[in-house]
Each structure stands twice: as structure tokens, then as C-alpha cells.
């Protein structure tokens, strides 16, 4: 074996093969494969997988990489055989329901550019003919969709690596060499390799491998029921491999598919098998594939049921090959990927099914490679996870209800319900007294509206809302939007995260991967993104100046972990800088509104008018005998104030302001109403309208990025779009009837044609429409352009309005 490599791979299943194949390509060389099973049954999941591709996903992200995985895969043949199948899929529609939300992904498919159709009853008998017609409703039907022969994949793709790998079984990884947090080697049952970078895509055994370098690699394997039945007296002599189209029927959480003459069977429909990755043996150590436990019947009854009942010839044959077949799942239900922010070159590749395995080895071949992968990926991010996330029973606990959940309807708003009440702001208990529904962020408990505002619908009629609009959402916090024009509020932000940077190079650092200016004096406050070398958005926060040589991050709760290892990653290694992440050290609140000054003024005694404490300016104040720092920003685009305090002084500053406002009409202001007031004044949000897909200057915040007279990381790329014209921009619309309700991810259409989807939407209780906004080509982006916007297959009417919708002079912000 080699002693010294550019690169060691961990795992010569789906994704370690793809990985290295597409890392050939690019024109690396000195790779090392590893595996601690025989090359290539290894068994892993890879071994036993059957090899079903269903591309549609509600992320975009995944969409993606599993039509690129169909792609790669079609490319492929071993021995003139094919390595992939394009048979097509049927998801069928049992219930009306079901049909309905097929309706729902179909409008995600075109939004994701699949090809993609429903299909009646009739038309899914003609292409299945086992199938019961008279059992559905309907079928949802991608016609690229298919079976993929994983291990024939596998050793396809290492044949066309060539010499620029080698590639090794039964060998085992014993451990890594690390100094200083870098990676040095990888050290094997054959000898170390010296090699600065590693890539661990070993499946079901990867946290032990992650522990090995103290790198959290949260993931639990599961096992999954699979079954092939005896032949087919109805498919007597058919030899090819498959093609029947593979069928999905998720209200009884399972699947089916040919497999020659006999059909396989396949069921998520019993409660999570969870296994610990320390209890499961390596190949050298297990009688069979180590990834294949005991079949267990008892969980397969209703299955079995179920694919009778739709598949009648199904109920005359026997099951001769019975497996529980373990495979990973985290705790959102998303791969791990990325480079580990705690071990500089440990990389990671991990919970990546066959659907997605040629996919993902390109995107981080290109990650790898260029410093960023070509999709934005952020659903993914290795470093996305907050502390709690990594913690044994919570890892267990959501994996195992995302397995529960695989074929569920998902509203785009519900909720986890265990476990909860992870993290609490010092206001929890005013936040309770005030009967807040609270939503669950990172770990945050977060209200998205109150019922101690339900009086507020005596004042303001909002319009309702029923049926699947209606779920997880409250009329009240149409009345929390309209009093926050009219009165003042009062919105925890503790979740914020809140990162300390500071020392002599601080301000260099920040200029450096900012892309506005940061060099500003004390006390200002900036707003600004942070951009990948492409020129995509990797973050969107405030950068806030409170000494010569230290600043203030804010940033959202929800990518506090994927912004701070951004920011870290980047920092030099000289000691020049220190980053603190000071979260769980302050807490705060948004005090906004028209009389949100009155309110302030009552309780502070510094001058809190518009000269001596203009927008976009911090100051430290008191609230009473509280010490706070006060920011004048508000993202519901009213007058006001984010304030901060030590958190030991939360609850006294809470009471003290609430105390203020009271002749003011002071009330708690709820999620739901925070994202609707946002949207009327445009205001972007990171994961929706704005990431690494996207640059500013197409989602419209050219006017926070100062190109002249200064490099920073991105700069390059932005220099060479500001050269050419922008082809898509993030656009405004608002649905014509007055009623609409859309909720995220529609396809948006211009004569029949889909050109783009909508990212953020709610309606705008202030101006009366539903409010969406989309990427939209600069063709279809001016004013009074008249659109469609698809909704469970209803096509609903739109047109480009200007932004933002809600006071455009900015009047009421900066008064």
C-alpha cells in the first residue's frame, strides 16, 4: 500500500466510488480507497440497497443531486452491462388526500426543472398491468426515475479512475493522525498514509470513525425491511433485470419493484429498528454482510398486506429473500457533507443513499476541489448542526422519526413535537403567560403567535384562511401585523446568534470576507453578506463596530453553526483575531413600532431621537438599571430597536419595557407576523431568497456591496458578473384575487412555461395581497407583468409590482 497520498477515501461503496470517479475526472491523481470489507460487495448498504431512484424531493438541493445521479449513472456500463435502469416511477394516490399532495409535487417538479406528470387510474394500469387500477385515485409519474445496480456502479466507476486511485479492501482504518487540528495521516491495519486530507464516506460505521478524530458525525442506522418474493407465475420466463416502472404507495410507507421474475418489497410501515454503530461488526468479524441483520416478520405483516392488495399476483407466491438491511439517518433527514470545522482536510460524505450516491460525489469532488460545490448545499453542511444536535439520544430520537416519516405528508410549517424545549430564552415564562404557540428553530423555542392577542381581532379583520392553508397558522397573527403599524411590540431574539470578533487584525478579516465595507466607526452598524468564491451568499448578517479592534456579529439562530464555522474557517491562524461565539451570554428583544420611541424614552435616559441615535447605529443604554446595547435596525421595516442584555437581566428587562408600553398598546409580536411584515418591505431571508445559488446583484443587494478599491473573498467573481448583464433577478409579485394563499415552492409561469419558483411567501396583511417573491428572468421582471402561479395544479394570476410594497421612502423606519 501506498505511504503517502493527496487524498484517502473511507469506503468503496456508492458515494467514496462516485467521489473518487469524479475526482479522476477533475485530473487528481495519488488516491487511496479504502475499505474494511472485500472490494466490491463490501457490505455496507451499498451492498444490499435496491437500487430505487425517486428524484422528486421538496428540497431542491436533493432534486438536484439525484438528477445528476441518474445522469452519472446512465453513463456507466461493466461489461457492456447497464449500471442503470430508467424505467420511470409510479407514486400512487390511495386517498384523495394523497392525490392532492401529489398535485403539490408535481408543482415542486416543475419548479425543479423534472420532467414529470399525473396520471389517472387508467393511464397507470395500461403501464403497470399487475396493478389493481380500481384501488387508486391516481399516479404521480417520472419517467427518468428508476433502479440503479449499486455495486456494479461501484466497480464501474473504479475501473474508469484507472491509476489515479487505488483502491483496497479489507482494510481498516485504526485511526488519524492530527497536530495542531490539521489532518497529517490515516493510519490502517496495512500502515499509515501520510495525506493532509481524508474523506470518510463509511455509511452505517461513520460516527465511529468521526470519533476516532473527535468529529460528531450525527447519524443512527436503522434498520429497513426488504423481501423478494418466488417467481411470478405472471412474469414465467422474463430474464431482464427490470422494466416495470418501480412503484411507491406511501400511505402504507412502502414500495415495490420487478427483480426479474419475481417483484421485491420493501417497508418503512413499523416503528424505527435503531442499531448503535458500536454494535455493529465488520465484515471480518460477521458470518454474512455486516449491514444485513435478521429479518423480523412481525414488522413486515402490513406491508406484505398492503402490496397484495394493489399487486393481487403478489398473494400467491412465497418471500425467499427476507432481509432487515441497515441504512442512516440524521436528525433532519438531510446527508452530512463538508469539511469538519474542528479537523482541517477530515472531510465527509455521510447518510447519502443510492438516489443521491453519483451526485453527491460530484458535488464534493467540486466542494474538494474549488473550495465550493456547485450547488448550494447548505441543507447539508456538515457544520450546520447546533450543539444539542450531536447529543446521543437526540440524534436517536429525531432519526428515528424521520424514518417514520420517509412517506408522510409534510406540511411545509409542522412541527416536531419531541424532543422540545431544548433551549429558552430568560423570557420562556412571560412568553408562556402570554399563551405563545411556540415553533421550534435549532433548538429555540419560538412563538409564532399569541392568543393573549386573540382581542386584537376586535380591531383588525384579517382574512382567514382553511384547509391545508390553515395548518400550524393562526388569523391572530394577521392582527399582531397590522398593530405592529400601528402601536408597538415587543419580539424575543434571543435566538439571534451574537459571535464576539476581535483583536489587531480583526478589521482586516472582516474587510476581507465581507462584502460591504466594514471600516466604519464606532458604533455603526453594517449590514452585509459574506460570499463563496462564486460570488453565492453564504451568509447574511450585521456587523457592528463597538471598538477600534472589535465587532459584533448578529446572525440568525438557524445558521448560527454554518455562519460561525464560515467565519472561523476563514480567520488567519497568525492569533491576530478571536472569535466568541457569545450567544448563551446575551439575550434580546425587538422593541418596534410608531411607538416604540415613546416606549424606549420612558425608561432610558439617553437622547433616543433620530439625530443623536439614527438608523443603522448601535449605542450602549441603560432600560432602567439594565445595561443593554441598543441597535437601530428593525426587520419589519418600523421604528425601533434591537436591545441586548446580559442574560442574568433578561426577565427585568422584559418587565421593564412591557411596563412602559402599556399606555402605548405594547403586545408580543409572533413569528408568523414577523416573516409577513418583513416580506411587505422586502427584506431577504438566508435559505429562502438569498444563498450560494444566488449573487447579490441578481437578489437585488447590489447596494450593500462595495466592489472599489478592495479584494475580499468573492470579489473576483462579482467583478466578472458586474461585466455582464444580470439574467434573473429577484422579483416581487402579489397575487391578483385578494384571497390567495400560496405557501412556498410553486412553479411561476409565463405562458405555459415555467420560469421560476417562489421562495418566500405571505400574505401582506398591510396592503391587502398575498405577497411572493422568485427568480425571475429580466425579461419577465418589470412592473405590471402579468404571471401565473401554479397551486395544486391551480393556476393562480400575478403581477410584478415594484418593492418593497410597504413604505417605500422609508419614512417610518427612519423617523
Given amino acids: ?32 480507497v479504502v475499505d474494511q470489507g472485500p472490494l466490491f460487495e463490501t457490505g455496507g448498504s451499498t451492498s444490499h440497497a435496491p437500487g430505487l431512484i425517486f428524484q422528486t424531493n421538496f428540497s431542491r438541493a436533493m432534486t438536484n443531486l439525484a438528477r445528476e445521479t441518474v445522469q452519472i449513472y446512465s453513463s456507466l456500463k461493466l461489461d457492456e452491462v447497464p ?117 470518510v464516506c463509511a455509511g452505517i460505521w461513520g460516527p465511529r470513525l468521526g470519533r476516532m478524530a473527535n468529529v460528531s458525525i450525527p447519524l443512527t442506522p436503522v434498520q429497513h425491511l426488504y423481501a423478494i418474493t418466488s417467481p411470478l407465475r405472471e412474469l414465467a420466463g422474463e430474464t431482464r433485470e427490470v422494466v416495470h416502472p418501480i412503484l411507491r404507495h406511501q400511505d402504507y410507507a412502502m414500495y415495490v419493484r420487478q427483480q426479474g421474475d419475481c417483484y421485491g418489497i420493501g417497508s418503512y410501515k413499523h416503528e424505527p429498528l435503531l442499531v448503535d454503530p458500536d454494535d455493529i461488526l465488520s465484515p471480518a468479524d460477521a458470518d454474512e454482510a455486516p449491514a444485513i441483520l435478521k429479518f423480523t416478520p412481525e414488522h413486515f ?25 441497515m441504512f442512516s439517518f440524521t436528525p433532519d433527514g438531510m446527508p452530512v457533507l463538508g469539511e469538519s470545522a474542528e479537523v482541517k482536510g477530515f472531510w465527509v460524505a455521510e447518510a447519502v443513499w443510492v438516489t443521491h450516491g453519483g451526485g453527491v460525489g460530484k458535488a464534493v469532488a467540486e466542494w474538494m476541489s474549488n473550495g465550493t460545490p456547485g450547488m448550494d448545499l447548505r441543507e447539508a453542511d456538515i457544520n450546520r448542526f447546533p450543539p444539542h444536535a450531536h447529543a446521543t439520544n437526540y440524534v436517536k430520537t429525531r432519526g428515528a422519526q424521520q424514518y417514520r416519516e420517509v412517506y408522510d405528508i409534510i406540511h411545509p410549517l409542522q412541527q416536531m413535537e419531541h424532543p422540545r424545549n431544548i433551549r429558552l430564552s430568560p423570557f420562556h415564562s412571560r412568553l408562556l403567560d402570554l399563551d405563545a404557540t411556540f415553533f421550534e428553530s435549532a433548538g429555540w423555542e419560538k ?50 446568534a451574537k459571535f464576539e470578533v476581535e483583536g489587531e487584525g480583526a478589521l482586516d478579516f472582516l474587510e476581507g470576507i ?42 440568525g439562530g438557524g445558521t448560527a453553526a454554518h455562519d460561525l464555522a464560515w467565519i472561523r ?82 426577565q427585568g428587562m422584559w418587565d421593564t419595557l412591557w411596563e412602559a408600553g402599556r399606555e402605548f398598546g405594547i403586545f408580543p409580536l409572533g413569528g408568523g407576523a414577523f416573516n409577513s411584515l418583513r416580506l411587505e418591505k422586502g427584506y431577504r431571508l438566508w435559505g429562502a431568497d438569498i444563498h450560494t445559488d444566488y449573487n447579490p446583484f441578481e437578489a437585488g443587494l447590489d447596494w450593500a456591496v462595495k466592489l472599489e478599491g478592495r479584494d475580499f473573498l468573492g470579489s473576483q467573481a462579482l467583478r466578472k458578473l458586474s461585466a455582464k448583464p444580470v439574467n434573473r433577478r429577484l422579483t416581487c409579485l402579489t397575487l391578483d ?79
Fill in 737 to 815: 384575487p385578494s384571497e390567495g394563499v400560496i405557501l412556498g415552492k410553486e412553479p411561476v409561469l409565463a405562458q405555459n412555461s415555467v420560469i421560476g419558483c417562489v421562495t418566500s411567501t405571505d400574505f401582506g396583511y398591510s396592503i391587502g395581497r398575498h405577497i411572493a417573491y422568485s427568480y425571475l428572468p429580466t425579461e419577465h421582471s418589470a412592473k405590471r407583468t402579468s404571471l401565473v402561479v401554479e397551486y395544486f395544479g391551480q393556476r393562480i394570476p400575478a403581477t410584478v409590482a415594484g418593492e418593497p410594497l410597504f413604505d417605500p421612502e422609508r419614512s417610518r423606519l427612519t423617523s
Fill in 569 to 650: 474557517a476563514h480567520a488567519p491562524e497568525n492569533g491576530s483575531v478571536y472569535i466568541t461565539d457569545v450567544t448563551s451570554q446575551y439575550c434580546g428583544v425587538g422593541l418596534w413600532g410608531p411607538q416604540a420611541r415613546k416606549t424606549l424614552s420612558k425608561v432610558c435616559a439617553q437622547d433616543l431621537s433620530n439625530h443623536s441615535f439614527p438608523y443603522f447605529t448601535a449605542q450602549e443604554i441603560w432600560i432602567g438599571s439594565v445595561p443593554a446595547v441598543a441597535l437601530r435596525v428593525s426587520y419589519i421595516g418600523e421604528l425601533g430597536w434591537e436591545i441586548y442584555c446580559p442574560v442574568e437581566y433578561g
Fill in 1 to 32: 500500500m501506498e505511504s503517502r497520498a493527496d487524498l484517502v477515501v473511507i469506503g468503496a461503496g456508492i458515494v467514496g466510488c462516485s467521489t473518487a470517479h469524479r475526482l479522476a475526472q477533475m485530473g487528481w491523481r495519488n488516491m487511496v
Fill in 301 to 325: 405483516e402490513v406491508a406484505r398486506q398492503a402490496a397484495v392488495e394493489l399487486i393481487p399476483a403478489l398473494g400467491a407466491v412465497d418471500l425467499t429473500y427476507k432481509i432487515n438491511g
Fill in 83 to 199: 449500471c442503470y435502469y430508467p424505467v420511470g416511477s409510479l407514486e400512487i394516490a390511495y386517498t384523495e388526500v394523497r392525490l392532492s399532495d401529489l398535485k403539490r409535487k408535481l408543482g415542486v417538479a416543475r419548479s425543479w426543472g423534472l420532467d414529470a406528470e399525473l396520471l389517472n387510474p387508467v393511464a397507470v394500469g395500461e403501464m403497470l398491468p399487475l396493478l389493481d387500477q380500481s384501488k387508486i385515485h391516481g399516479a404521480y409519474h417520472v419517467p427518468s426515475d428508476g433502479i440503479a445496480k449499486a455495486v456494479r456502479v461501484c466497480e464501474a466507476m473504479s475501473r474508469e479512475v484507472g491509476d489515479a486511485a487505488s483502491f483496497y479492501g479489507n482494510t481498516v482504518v485504526t485511526g488519524f493522525d492530527i497536530v495542531n487540528g490539521s489532518l497529517q495521516g490515516v493510519m490502517t491495519s496495512r500502515g499509515k498514509i501520510k495525506t493532509s486530507k481524508v474523506l
Fill in 447 to 496: 412563538p409564532q403567535w399569541f392568543e393573549s392577542n386573540r382581542s386584537l381581532l376586535q380591531t383588525y379583520n384579517p382574512p382567514d384562511r382553511s384547509g391545508w392553508e390553515a395548518q400550524n397558522w393562526s388569523r391572530i397573527q394577521g392582527a399582531e401585523h397590522l398593530s405592529a403599524r400601528e402601536s408597538v411590540c415587543l419580539f424575543d431574539l434571543s435566538s439571534f
Fill in 514 to 555: 465581507c462584502a460591504n465595507r466594514i471600516d466604519h466607526p464606532i458604533g455603526k452598524v453594517t449590514y452585509t453578506a459574506m460570499l463563496n468564491s462564486r460570488g453565492g451568499i453564504k451568509c447574511d448578517l450585521t456587523v457592528t463596530r463597538v471598538g477600534p479592534g472589535k465587532f459584533w456579529i448578529l446572525t
